[in-house]
T-cell receptor, first 113, second 113 residues
């Protein structure tokens, strides 16, 4: 089955700097890669997703890149703000799984003023 | 998301007791999922259902049971066989297609008395 690895497990950045989180996946058939943000005690919320027919997608300060050959994808947050502090999860799924996602272990991001 | 309602928000279980967590969605989604989240850890899939009257075990199904009698509802029972049930339980739903995001409820925090 699919295995998703996520690094780093914790990330501390100064406000205004960029943050990058990387994930690798094992199943070459995976074709959908969402990213979720979870604040303490709250539900995970989708912040951005990318499908395998696209190499990069951007939404304001957030971008995701996908390298299908190397089987890895990354989340980039620019101009970080204190409200970006949260746990971020990557995930992957393929057409055979009908929406079933395999999640990474999560990255705790702390943005210090 | 306002479309997925989990109840109760907090639940306490006594030794030897079964408890049922409720999950209702009005998003007209075919697929529904239950995850367990332990402190500082990622999401582990307990059970999932892609259609009414059908469900499959996830990665950690032992000690849990589910039913899917209605499209809108996917209750999870934590049985007395689950010896370490203290965790945050998240329900999610999605369109039953390969590249669609899951939407989460607010979660239920279960503790042992």
């Amino acid at each position: 089955g699919e295995n998703v690895e996520q690094h780093p497990s914790t990330l501390s950045v100064q406000e205004g700097d960029s943050a990058v989180i990387k994930c690798t996946y094992s199943d070459s058939a995976s074709n959908y890669f969402p990213w979720y943000k979870q604040e303490l005690g709250k539900r995970p919320q989708l912040i951005i997703d990318i499908r395998s027919n696209v190499g990069e997608k951007k939404d304001q300060r957030i971008a995701v890149t996908l390298n299908k050959t190397a089987k890895h994808f990354s989340l980039h947050i620019t101009e970080t703000q204190p409200e970006d502090s949260a746990v971020y999860f990557c995930a992957a799924s393929n057409s055979d799984s009908w929406g079933k996602l395999q999640f990474g272990a999560g990255t705790q991001v702390v943005v210090t003023p | 998301d306002g479309g997925i309602t989990q109840s109760p928000k907090y639940l306490f279980r006594k030794e030897g007791q079964n408890v049922t967590l409720s999950c209702e969605q009005n998003l007209n989604h075919d697929a529904m999922y239950w995850y367990r989240q332990d402190p500082g850890q990622g999401l582990r899939l307990i059970y999932y259902s892609q259609i009414v009257n059908d469900f499959q075990k996830g990665d950690i199904a032992e000690g849990y049971s589910v039913s899917r009698e209605k499209k809108e509802s996917f209750p999870l029972t934590v049985t007395s066989a689950q010896k370490n049930p203290t965790a945050f339980y998240l329900c999610a739903s999605s369109i039953r297609e390969a590249d669609q995001p899951q939407h989460f409820g607010d979660g239920t925090r279960l503790s042992i008395l």
